[in-house]
Structure formats: C-alpha cells, structure tokens
C-alpha cells in the first residue's frame, strides 16, 4: 500500500506541474499573439475581450464578476481597450447607470486567434491522452473549476494539515489503492 508520503508527494508534483504550466501559459499566450501581429494587447487584455465576446451583451459589473476581478479593474482595462478601438461601451437603454461593452470588428479577430490557441492546446492534449482516459481529465478540469469557485484557500494555513485533518482527503486511502 502507498503511504501518506507518497501521496503528498504526488499531490506536491501536481502543485509543482500547475504552477508551471501557468507560468509557460502566459508565455506562450503573448508569444502566440505576436505571430498574429497582435501586439499591442496584453493577454489579459484578451480574456477580458474573449468574455466580452462570449457574454453576448453582459454588463461591466457582470463581466467583473465572471472573470473575478474588481469593477474598477475592469473599468481601467475596459478604458484601454476603448482607446485602443477594441471595445465599444453604450449605456443600457432602461437604466442609464449601467454600462454594456460590444466588441469592435478589430477586437473580433483577435478573440477569434485566441480562442483557435486554446481549441489548439487542448486537442494537442487530447491527442496524447488515452480515449478511454479523456472523460478523467475532463471530470479533473470541472472539479478543479469547482474547488476554485468555492473559496476553498479560506482558513487554509498550513499544507500538510490540510492533507491529514480535511474531510475532503478522508478518501486519500481510496487513492492510495489507485497507487498500488
């Protein structure tokens, strides 16, 4: 049987593989927005145009609480990016307080390139995961989004505690048969 070690070994390397993964992700964004001669957008400049642009008509305080930043961040991107010709900002007919962000042609071409990055990266990957094992992976990225939407890092203190006293890991035995 695999002991408590391995597994917080195992969940260490998975910590360790993420935060790579992000910091390479970054990377790779810009590097992929330069080919297209995008250059003069930050890549999270594009999330909050990509939102924009699947949101159909959202308002400022719904695309700020969809991508979980503060309105005044996104009213500060907001601004560069109507400077920049890529965001149109109209208020809302019945209530004039509320602002409603449209996508310029320009910002259309740019959320098309990005989204064909991500469709790239995740059929690259599919491509190297077992058939019978994608539906794994794509349980992992729901849970993950689930754990992440539930302000799970609140009173969270110290690593190997959380491994040891949580209710969430009493099924750590049930992995640890995986391992074996």
Same mark, same amino acid.
């Given at each position: 049987?695999?002991?408590?070690? @391995?597994? @917080?070994?195992?969940?260490?390397?998975?910590?360790? =593989? !993420?935060?790579?993964?992000?910091?390479?992700?970054?990377?790779? #964004?810009?590097?992929?927005?330069?080919?297209?001669?995008?250059? *003069?957008?930050?890549?999270?400049?594009?999330?909050?145009?990509?939102? =924009?642009?699947?949101?159909?008509?959202?308002?400022?305080?719904?695309?700020?609480?969809? %991508?979980?930043?503060?309105?005044?961040?996104?009213?500060?991107?907001?601004?560069? %990016?109507?400077?920049?010709?890529?965001?149109?900002?109209?208020?809302?007919?019945?209530?004039?307080?509320? =602002?409603?962000?449209?996508?310029?042609?320009?910002? =259309?071409?740019?959320?098309?390139?990005?989204?064909?990055?991500?469709?790239?990266? !995740?059929?690259?990957?599919?491509?190297?995961?077992?058939?019978?094992?994608?539906?794994? !992976? *794509?349980?992992?990225?729901?849970?993950?989004?689930?754990?992440?939407?539930?302000?799970?890092?609140?009173?969270?203190?110290?690593?190997?505690?959380?491994? #040891?006293?949580?209710?969430?890991?009493?099924? %750590?035995?049930?992995?640890? @048969?995986?391992? #074996?």
């Amino acid at each position: 049987m695999v002991n408590m070690n @391995k597994v @917080k070994n195992i969940v260490a390397n998975i910590s360790d =593989i !993420f935060f790579q993964f992000q910091a390479k992700l970054q990377f790779f #964004e810009r590097e992929y927005l330069r080919k297209y001669q995008i250059e *003069d957008v930050t890549p999270s400049e594009v999330k909050v145009l990509y939102i =924009i642009g699947i949101s159909n008509t959202k308002s400022m305080s719904e695309i700020a609480n969809e %991508l979980k930043i503060t309105r005044g961040t996104l009213s500060i991107t907001v601004d560069s %990016l109507v400077k920049k010709g890529y965001v149109i900002r109209n208020r809302h007919k019945q209530d004039r307080r509320i =602002i409603i962000l449209y996508l310029s042609q320009k910002a =259309i071409r740019i959320v098309k390139h990005y989204g064909r990055f991500f469709e790239s990266l !995740f059929i690259s990957l599919a491509k190297r995961i077992k058939r019978d094992k994608l539906h794994v !992976f *794509d349980e992992v990225m729901e849970r993950l989004n689930e754990i992440v939407e539930s302000n799970f890092y609140e009173g969270v203190q110290d690593y190997p505690e959380l491994l #040891e006293d949580d209710e969430e890991y009493t099924s %750590l035995n049930d992995i640890e @048969k995986e391992l #074996e």
